[in-house]
């Protein structure tokens, strides 16, 4: 079946301790990406990935890192995690980062950041 | 740079009425537009996307959506709504600019009554 798998789906922790969001697709995708959901603000876009080892940012991306060291992974850093990083995050794959490409989703990650 | 507008916060609609979802885009490409639905506790799921072959695009469970570029607009319509309608709408425009960024709407929340 082809699908976007995060883990964890449910992490609560406390500031300061670094933390890894996985992202794993099994469709061959070229493009990644990573948003965090906030109420009233829709998604908003973190990093993204057009290949392996070609990653850009998005429209949030202080205080997280990513990486793309295979195709099917792109996991998301968190170094030093603040109370503002509570949010509820997705992970998304394409075909490509070209037009008229859809997003697939991952089911979301929600962190509590105390 | 591209944005997008969801007009609507919230909307209602009796069961078996139709359903209108507007949201207007701003592009300096030729943009690619997107809807996506959120079901409560789950993931994003593509309604239907805007590939330039036509204006009115027919998407999934009974969902439409018509690209006026001179209105700047893609608003999402259904006939006659259902209850298990009700759900997060998300409007999302990404263009050729080359910055391989999807910028979401905030969202509007469709709320379906009996």
């Known amino acids: 079946e082809a699908q976007v798998t995060q883990n964890p789906r449910y992490l609560i922790t406390v500031t300061g301790k670094k933390l890894t969001v996985t992202c794993s697709q099994n469709m061959n995708h070229e493009y990644m990406s990573w948003y965090r959901q906030d109420p009233g603000l829709g998604l908003r876009q973190i990093y993204y990935?057009?290949?392996?080892?070609?990653?850009d940012k998005g429209d949030v991306p202080e205080g997280y890192k990513v990486s793309r060291k295979e195709k099917r992974n792109f996991p998301l850093i968190l170094e030093s995690p603040s109370p503002n990083q509570t949010s509820l995050y997705f992970c998304a794959s394409s075909l490509t980062g070209v037009m008229f490409q859809p997003q697939h989703f991952g089911d979301g990650t929600r962190l509590s950041i105390l | 740079a591209q944005s997008v507008t969801q007009l609507d916060s919230h909307v209602s609609v009796s069961e078996g009425t139709p359903v209108l979802l507007r949201c207007n885009y701003s592009?300096?490409?030729?943009?690619?537009l997107f809807w996506y639905v959120q079901h409560p506790n789950k993931g994003l799921q593509l309604l239907l996307k805007y590939t330039s072959a036509a204006t009115l695009v027919k998407g999934i469970n009974g969902f439409e959506a018509e690209f006026k570029k001179s209105e700047t607009s893609f608003h999402l319509t259904k006939p006659s709504a259902h209850m298990s309608d009700a759900a997060e709408y998300f409007c999302v425009v990404s263009d050729a600019s080359g910055t391989y960024k999807y910028i979401f709407g905030t969202g509007t929340r469709l709320k379906v009554l009996a």
């Open positions: 592009s300096s490409y030729s943009p690619s």
């Open positions: 990935s057009m290949n392996v080892e070609v990653t």
